[in-house]
């Protein structure tokens, strides 16, 4: 069964400390992986879609990365606004459907 | 462009009432996609529409809940009757292509069945 493991389920930095958001995936042949950010009362906003392992993405403060089995969102000294659940979703070849994962809360501090 | 747009933003019903949740995607994205989250389950994928045809509905709970999609500018989503347990925050999003493309969600609606 296609499934998608996001840890931590919540993380609380400092600002400008860095670290690391992990999801893991179990699929029977990844389409893409799409990582969305969420701030409370809204909808998912999209980020990022990697494809194959060993691709790379960057977005001022984010960087997405992909292998064959798991895809890191690193953020670089972090900033207040950054603060958001972080969704990473799958899609499966020969499915359309989007599976996500239950995401990381992100708590970044002044 | 305005996005994904869904209304109401709110809703607060009785168990046992009609619901009907509506959602008008981005012009030109011809895939639409009715999700639930809830905090114990995340996101749940409830029904897809390709070119206004439902293609896979499996993820509806039960029979209480159907989806129509008229023409490609407006879906609605309906509950009847409402339960408690149906508590939730929907999303409609869309995407121009099927497969390989990002999804574009909308605000949600908050369903609060007392």
């Known amino acids: 069964e296609d499934q998608v493991t996001q840890s931590p389920e919540a993380l609380r930095l400092q600002e400008g400390e860095s670290s690391s958001l992990n999801c893991s995936y179990t699929?029977?042949?990844?389409?893409?992986l799409f990582w969305y950010r969420q701030d409370p009362g809204k909808g998912p906003e999209f980020l990022f879609t990697l494809y194959s392992a060993g691709e790379e993405k960057e977005k001022e403060r984010l960087k997405a990365t992909l292998t064959k089995k798991e895809s890191f969102l690193h953020i670089t000294a972090p900033k207040p606004e950054d603060s958001a659940t972080y969704l990473c979703a799958v899609q499966a070849r020969g499915t359309y459907k989007y599976i996500f994962g239950t995401g990381t809360r992100l708590k970044v501090l002044a | 462009d305005a996005g994904v747009i869904q209304s109401p933003r709110h809703e607060v019903t009785e168990m046992g009432q009609e619901v009907t949740l509506r959602c008008k995607p981005i012009?030109?994205?011809?895939?639409l996609f009715w999700y639930r989250q809830t905090m114990m389950r995340g996101l749940e994928l409830l029904i897809y529409?390709?070119?206004?045809?439902?293609?896979?509905d499996s993820g509806m709970p039960e029979d209480r809940f159907s989806a129509k999609m008229p023409n490609a500018s407006f879906s609605t989503l309906k509950i009847q009757p409402s339960e408690p347990r149906d508590s939730a925050v929907y999303f409609c999003a869309s995407s121009p292509r099927v497969l390989n493309t990002e999804a574009f969600f909308g605000q949600g609606t908050r369903l609060t069945v007392v």
């Open positions: 529409f390709n070119n206004n045809v439902p293609i896979d």
């Open positions: 699929v029977s042949g990844l389409r893409g």
């Open positions: 012009s030109g994205h011809n895939s």
